[in-house]
């Protein structure tokens, strides 16, 4: 173990366990990646069309500044498309947010998938980020925007500084956060920051790497004018004909352990980072002139901290650009260090190569990308060809050092020692930065896989919305029909511990790979809104069944259980014990057989981390449920069953503070329905049933309404207890049901293994600055258009609009509000069943009159409908809905308890309210709509606007499920409106 004092703890190696990338070439996964390499393959092009006006600044004469004098680079496809949603945010401002933040959000994300770690597990957590980021386009095309439309997301949105705290934010965490820029060396300095935070104690898990992407052309003008771009926009590393480096972008993202740590946690672990180091070229030729003392410095001083000889290196990957005058310089370098220098002989040369060759130079996330190659050749035992050489610079003196440049794949070198490689990455200002990398140590005999007893395994497939959740199914279903070999086991386990439970679940037991291929392709080809979705917000209640179910007597009714599962068993005994020394009676009788295996079933699902809101039992399983809140010791619950639930006993019970709920009448009358009727008035939850199968499950249905709650059955004592258990650990977890996985697991040898990651749903996002105006009102006011005592009972508001874009929603809303508030004089009262009958199109050059028209009913509600006019065209209807007649609503009231009980925030709302104000400008409510749903609102069953707003700041909170939402706005000092069913419909079913 490398845990102590002094060296041994400064030098524990950091535990590489997880990566996520986007690199040129269409790499986006680790493995992939590999295989692009393997193959020589280049990700290197022309520069896309979609960048800048490619021909027009584009020349072929090295002496015309103010043009790029560069044919291509290496360029990720689509780089303005995000999953907005997916990351809670509102498609107005993802807009403003800059492509690099995106794109670490997405590798971030990817790289904790690839390490098997749930990201919502690192919440509250001291993980730590270290994101090197360079590049500034996005804040250069913002220019293009006026003063007016520059929004307040611009300023997080375009900072460097919320590259990593944006990250931060988004997974919750409260380690170190830093942006850092040393240009071409930023990612690897973040690797080196990263290691030294894990050894000092910052942080106990970190996530470091680098992100750049080019949509302007100022910086490829300004290389340009430097000379420094390679015409034909590759990197011709070593080569004669070596001109200059070709501009790439990309984002990659790797997770950080210590040793010790990643061990313990049964991380599968990709690599070692011995040793690392930075330095500084100082006072060279001139700030961009590579100084060689001072990178053969910086190696050293990363062997050093490593505590390696030079002999333990067998390949560098070098910094390598292609540039006629760095690459002699670094080769001379290495040499120096590492070959003739460290007496290294001809007949042992040291491969180096350059993984710029492949992808160009991805300036802040080079390094990264150089570790990445490092990590996939000491896995695979090879080294990757070289590409781009056909003559060797004859500015490097190859016959002078024990040096060699590997052009087609090769075998590791051999070695008594482990792999080891050493990754060069040095910035254009100076700032040099050097990693020691080492293979994964061997896999310990406990991390072979092993069956379970039954050979059952749980299968999740858990997703932000219905289409995602398809799309992750049909991946998982290739994957796994791609692999005849595939350990169900290892798969199935990793898909629950492995991976972030979402809104949309699909989960089974599953014991083979048929099984495993037929759940998944029926998931992948459901009908869109057939998933199971999650009761998000709803709660969990444990019901436990009553003499009722006593006919299942004897040691048989726990005995499939008793075998399957040790806490089970445990708990069963305790009870068994009880029962013997206290009252002299058997758990073969059946009230005693019915507690214990009750009680024990019940310390099962609390085990697997299962925390129910509220118990309620039936009978006997009142005194089951009262031992387990703890409401009873389990040695008098066990004196009261044995008595028979004898009211003298009664009297001579001691009762403690519940730690869950107990709806209960032990002490009183039996009212069983009445308690399922407090239960049910407490909102939807998760039923489930504490007791052999159908023991108490239809009684509690006949008490509440059926639909409202999701039902999770007991075992059958007849059926394998692991098979059934499991399959209600997999139901329970489809309905809403919060499980702790490896708790689930615990006892149950086995591995995690490579799983196809989340499909991010992106869409492009980006700045408006050729988009259409917004609609607006023409002067601002809503006017009345009909006379108060005109007799007709009908009063219609109007108000202009000017603009091309789509009439929101939120501007209907907005209307309707206006007008309650000229005939109420108050805006508090809850608009219902508000229904988009026709959307509300751009005028398209014209002006266009929207009207309310209310009419008050006989049941004091108040009609409205929204019609509008352009011109002389003819009226057209567009919504209708209804003002309540009073104020007061419970219903908003309990939709407030209960988004509030949910703690999460989709984040701030664009803009702020002014204090004061009667009513919300429409921009908000439309900035609210869209984070918490995926697609034009048509439906709102409740907005209730609560009180004017009084705080600067508003955010939102929201609950999903398939396309409703239920949300609230709020200030600082609390609700400020909810809306109830709040329905969209899915962008591909519009016209």
Avoid at 123 to 135: E, H, I, K, M, T
Avoid at 688 to 704: F, Q, W, Y
Wanted: charged share 20%.
């Amino acid at each position: 173990m490398w845990k102590g004092a002094g060296d041994v703890e400064r030098r524990e190696p950091i535990a590489i366990v997880g990566v996520g990338l986007r690199f040129p070439g269409g790499n986006d996964t680790y493995d992939g990646f590999g295989e692009f390499l393997a193959q020589g393959c280049s990700g290197t092009g022309p520069i896309p069309e979609d960048r800048w006006d490619v021909a027009a600044l584009a020349s072929a004469d090295p002496d015309d500044r103010g043009s790029v004098r560069t044919a291509g680079g290496g360029f990720l496809d689509d780089v303005g498309a995000f999953d907005a949603r997916f990351f809670n945010m509102a498609p107005r401002r993802a807009r403003y947010v800059d492509p690099q933040q995106r794109l670490v959000l997405e590798c971030a994300w990817a790289a904790l998938e690839h390490a098997n770690i749930d990201p919502t597990t690192l919440r509250g957590g001291d993980a730590g980020v270290y994101v090197g980021v360079a590049c500034f386009d996005y804040l250069i095309e913002l220019a293009k925007l006026p003063g007016a439309e520059l929004d307040a997301a611009i300023g997080t949105g375009t900072a460097h500084s919320a590259v990593a705290g944006r990250l931060s934010y988004f997974l919750g965490l409260h380690g170190p956060s830093i942006s850092l820029d040393t240009a071409c060396s930023s990612s690897l300095v973040a690797l080196h920051l990263a290691a030294e935070a894990l050894r000092g104690g910052e942080c106990s898990i970190a996530l470091c790497g680098g992100v750049s992407v080019i949509h302007q052309p100022f910086f490829h003008i300004v290389l340009s004018n430097a000379k420094m771009l390679a015409p034909d926009g590759r990197c011709k590393t070593f080569d004669q004909s070596a001109d200059g480096y070709g501009r790439s972008e990309g984002c990659g993202i790797a997770v950080l352990k210590r040793l010790s740590d990643a061990e313990r946690d049964g991380d599968r672990i990709l690599g070692l980072v011995r040793g690392t180091a930075i330095r500084q070229d100082g006072a060279s030729g001139g700030l961009t002139v590579p100084s060689g003392t001072a990178q053969a410095a910086v190696m050293r001083a990363a062997l050093a901290n490593a505590g390696l000889e030079p002999s333990g290196i067998q390949y560098v990957e070098a910094h390598g650009t292609g540039t006629p005058l760095g690459d002699p310089i670094e080769v001379a370098a290495i040499d120096t260090v590492l070959g003739s220098g460290a007496g290294r002989g001809e007949d042992s040369p040291l491969p180096i190569a350059s993984v710029k060759t492949n992808i160009g130079h991805m300036e802040a996330v080079a390094g990264l990308g150089g570790l990445v190659k490092v990590l996939l050749q000491l896995r695979d035992g090879e080294i990757y060809p070289h590409l781009n050489m056909t003559e060797p610079s004859s500015l490097i003196p190859w016959d002078r050092y024990p040096l060699q440049v590997p052009l087609a794949r090769t075998a590791w070198p051999e070695t008594q020692e482990p792999r080891r490689a050493l990754v060069n990455s040095f910035g254009f200002a100076g700032t040099l930065a050097t990693a020691v990398v080492e293979q994964a140590p061997a896999l310990g005999p406990d991390a072979d896989p092993a069956a379970s007893t039954d050979g059952m395994q749980v299968l999740t497939v858990s997703a932000r919305t219905d289409s995602a959740l398809r799309a992750l199914a049909g991946e998982y279903w290739r994957h796994v029909e791609a692999r005849p070999d595939l350990d169900v086991t290892a798969f199935c386990r990793t898909t629950t511990i492995g991976r972030a439970a979402h809104d949309l679940r699909v989960a089974a037991a599953v014991g083979s790979r048929a099984a495993l291929l037929q759940v998944l392709e029926q998931a992948a080809s459901a009908e869109p809104g057939t998933a199971s979705s999650a009761l998000r917000g709803g709660q969990t209640a444990f019901v436990f069944a009553g003499s009722a179910a006593s006919s299942n007597e004897g040691k048989g009714l726990g005995a499939a259980a008793y075998r399957a599962f040790p806490v089970f068993r445990r708990h069963f005994d305790d009870c068994d014990r009880l029962f013997a020394t206290e009252t002299g009676i058997s758990v073969s009788d059946a009230q005693p057989a019915l507690f214990a295996f009750e009680y024990a079933l019940a310390r099962l699902w609390l085990d697997w981390g299962v925390r129910p809101d509220a118990l309620i039992g039936h009978g006997l399983g009142e005194v089951t449920a009262a031992a387990v809140a703890e409401v009873l010791d389990l040695p008098e619950a066990v004196r009261l069953v044995a008595a028979r639930g004898s009211e003298a006993v009664l009297g001579d019970l001691h009762f403690g503070e519940p730690v869950f709920t107990l709806l209960s009448t032990v002490t009183g009358a039996a009212d069983f329905a009445g308690n399922m009727a407090a239960l049910d008035e407490r909102g939807p939850h998760v039923l489930i049933e504490i007791g052999p199968k159908g023991s108490v499950a239809p009684l509690a249905r006949e008490c509440v309404p059926v639909e409202r709650h999701r039902w999770v059955g007991g075992p059958d004592p007849a059926e394998s207890a692991g098979e059934v258990l499991r399959a209600a650990a997999a139901e329970a977890f489809a309905a809403g049901a919060t499980l702790d996985w490896r708790r689930f697991h615990e006892g149950r040898p086995g591995r995690m293994i490579t799983v196809p990651g989340y499909r991010f749903e992106r869409k492009r996002h980006w700045i408006p600055v050729s988009a259409p105006p917004a609609q607006e009102a023409g002067d601002g006011v809503v006017r009345e258009v009909t006379a108060a005592g005109s007799g007709s009972g009908v009063r219609e508001f109007a108000t202009v609009l000017k603009g091309s874009a789509p009439v929101p929603t939120a501007a209907f809303i907005e209307l309707v509000l206006a007008a309650q508030y000229a005939v109420f004089g108050t805006t508090d009262r809850p608009v219902r069943r508000l229904e988009v009958r026709q959307p509300l199109p751009g005028g398209a050059g014209k002006s266009i009159e929207m009207r309310a028209r209310l009419r008050v009913r006989t049941d004091a509600a108040t009609e409205v409908e929204i019609v509008s006019r352009a011109g002389e065209d003819a009226e057209c209807r567009h919504a209708v809905a209804e003002i309540a007649a009073g104020r007061r609503d419970e219903a908003s009231d309990a939709l407030v308890e209960e988004l509030e009980k949910l703690g999460l925030s989709d984040g701030p709302v664009r803009g702020n309210a002014v204090p004061g104000a009667r009513h919300l400008p429409p921009e908000i409510l439309d900035d609210v709509f869209q984070t918490a749903s995926a697609g034009a609102v048509v439906r709102v069953e409740s907005f209730h606007l609560l009180r004017e707003p009084r705080g600067a700041a508003l955010r939102s909170i929201s609950r999903r499920e398939s396309t409703t939402a239920d949300l609230m706005l709020a200030d600082e000092y609390g609700a400020v409106l909810v809306a109830r069913g709040v329905v969209h419909e899915p962008e591909g079913n519009r016209p």
